[in-house]
Structure formats: C-alpha cells, structure tokens
C-alpha cells in the first residue's frame, strides 16, 4: 500500500524503524537478523502499517537492508520501507537499486541525503549524485512509481542555521514529490508544536509523523542526544540524573514518559506515530499497551 493511502486512514497508524543488525561474519548476521525477527514478532501484533529499514552510514548496509525488507515482506507480511540515502551513489547507482526495490514488490522509499561520511565534516556531492535529498526525490518521483517519505527536524538539522531556514528545505523537498515527513526524535512536545507551526506558515500539508523513541538508559541518551542535539525537558532530565545509576528505574522512566508524549499527540491529532525500538520490543510494546489504543488504527 503507497503512503498516501496508508496515512489516508481516519485513525493514527503505528509504524517501526529498525536497523540492519551489524556483525563480523555471514554466519553472524544471520543468528542477528533472527533474532531481530523474534523481537518484531512481538511488535507485529500491534498491526504496524509498515516497519522502515534504515540505510547504513555510507551505503555499508546496501544489501542487508534489501535483504531484510524482503524477508519482513515475504516472513511477517509486513509492508517494508527500505530508507535511501545520496551517499557515494552515483545516478547509475541509484537507478539500479531502485529497480529492486520495485522488483520486490516495495511501495514506499524513505529518500534522505545522508550525513557526511566518517572524519568528514560537510557532505560532498557524490560525482554525477546529488547534494540534498530534495534532489533524490525528484529523480525517484521521475524514475519510479514509489511512494516517497522524507526526514524533518523539529528541533532543526544540526548543519542549519535556524528552523525557519531548514523547513523552507522540507518545503523543497514536499515541491519535489514527498508524500509524507517522519521526524527524527524529540523530547519536547513544544518543539514539535513549534515546528508544525512552522510547516502550516510554509504551506506544507503533507503528514508529518512525530519520531518517538523510549530512552531505556541513561548512557543511550546521552549518546541520542549528542547525535541529534535533541533537547530534554527540564523535569525529564532531572528524574534521569536523579536515577543515572538504577537501570530499572530509568526503564520505567522511559516508558512513562514516551506513554504520555504520545498520549499527548494522539490528543493532538497527529495521522501517525513513527517508533524507533532499536531492534527491541520491550519499551515500545510497553509505550503501546498504555497508550489509548482506541485512539489508533490497530
Ligand atoms: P536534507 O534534507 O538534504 O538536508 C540536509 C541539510 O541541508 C539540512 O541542514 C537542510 O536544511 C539543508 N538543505 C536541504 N536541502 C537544501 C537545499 N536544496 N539547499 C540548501 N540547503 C539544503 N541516515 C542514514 O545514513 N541512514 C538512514 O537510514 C537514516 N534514516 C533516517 C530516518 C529519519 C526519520 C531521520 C530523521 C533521519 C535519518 N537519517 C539516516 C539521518 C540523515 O541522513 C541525516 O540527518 C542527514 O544529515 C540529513 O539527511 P536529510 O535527508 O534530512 O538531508
């Protein structure tokens, strides 16, 4: 089913992203993507309309990333999105990667630019590629009949200058064919409420869909926040600094803080919610179990 359709639902849908597990050997991978499986067995039952494959940090996932698309697609019956990125794809390139991905029967894309290769600081335009993810969706929109879904920032990209300058780049983006906008995650609903003020000003009038990620340790989010320079709402980082040391206190924590964002944009009539497990089940399942259920298509 095309995005379009997928978000056209008159209830909030539930999607997944997971990652291309990483390991030394064939052998390795395999045991990895099966366990992988087991934990997605157990996120199935909430009925997701599609789990999203990420695109490894210079295409170094390329294959394991089609290959787990298709085993969702063919093992779960679960509709796969396979993420793309500009990095060191040449036009050529990327014409022949999208025609498996239309050959195995995939829908939908998640077209991004990509952030610059490791050691480097800016990211340069691959020879005959492109620069900036709206030019990857033109080209998909021109080649493919694939359903296009792009990445925004709430908090704004952490190579833009303000957010205001970045989404006039998610407008570029939605003029070249984006049919829908995941975030990255956020903390703070106010930024999310702010950004998509910011968007109507813009004229955008796709889906935009909140990423939500359980913080499930306290060294996790140290790192999500370096990566992303997401900001944490005062209260919220002071329970975690109160309980830096107590694993199963800051499990609950990250529960009961993500049941009540996303409780809090289900009220706002948000057309879908985008969680990030990290290949497990546990938080998001508990976030799911808690959360109005009603409220969603499931
Ligand atoms: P762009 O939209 O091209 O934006 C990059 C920067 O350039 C921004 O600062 C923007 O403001 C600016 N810009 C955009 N267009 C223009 C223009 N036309 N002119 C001038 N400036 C412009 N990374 C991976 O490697 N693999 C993944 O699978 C992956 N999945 C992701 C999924 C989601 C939901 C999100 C939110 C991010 C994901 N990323 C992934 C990270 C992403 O690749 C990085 O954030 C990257 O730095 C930017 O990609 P983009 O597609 O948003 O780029």
């Not at 009220?267 to 399942?285: C, M, Q, R, W």
Request: include cysteine; charged fraction near 25%; proline fraction near 5%.
């Amino acid at each position: 089913m095309k995005l379009k359709e997928i978000y056209n639902s008159n209830k909030p849908v539930i999607s997944f992203e997971i990652f291309p597990p990483k390991a030394q050997t064939a052998d390795e991978l395999s045991v990895k993507i099966n366990e992988l499986f087991l934990e997605l067995n157990v996120l199935a039952k909430f009925n997701p309309a599609f789990v999203s494959v990420t695109y490894g940090a210079g295409g170094s996932t390329r294959e394991a990333t089609l290959d787990i698309v298709i085993k969702l697609k063919k093992e779960l019956k679960i509709q796969p999105m396979p993420h793309f990125t500009c990095v060191g794809s040449s036009r050529g390139n990327i014409i022949e990667y999208l025609r498996s991905i239309e050959e195995a029967g995939i829908d939908n894309i998640l077209a991004l630019r990509g952030d610059p290769p490791k050691g480097e600081t800016c990211f340069v335009k691959p020879v005959d590629g492109f620069g900036y993810a709206n030019e990857l969706v033109e080209f998909i929109k021109a080649n493919t009949n694939l359903g296009i879904a792009v990445a925004g920032y709430p908090e704004c990209h952490t190579e833009c200058c303000s957010l205001e300058a970045d989404v006039e780049n998610l407008k570029k983006k939605v003029d070249s064919g984006a049919e829908v906008i995941i975030t990255q995650v956020f903390y703070d609903n106010k930024s999310w409420f702010n950004f998509l003020e910011k968007t109507q000003q813009k004229d955008i009038n796709i889906p935009i869909i909140p990423g939500i990620l359980p913080i499930t340790a306290f060294s996790q989010i140290e790192r999500i926040i370096g990566l992303s320079g997401c900001k944490l709402p005062e209260s919220l980082s002071q329970k975690l600094e109160k309980f830096k040391d107590d694993k199963e206190a800051i499990k609950q924590i990250g529960v009961e803080f993500a049941t009540n964002q996303v409780n809090e944009l289900l009220d706002s009539e948000v057309s879908g919610i985008h969680f990030y497990p990290l290949n497990k089940s546990t938080a998001v399942k508990a976030v799911l179990e808690n959360i109005k259920i009603n409220s969603l298509s499931v």
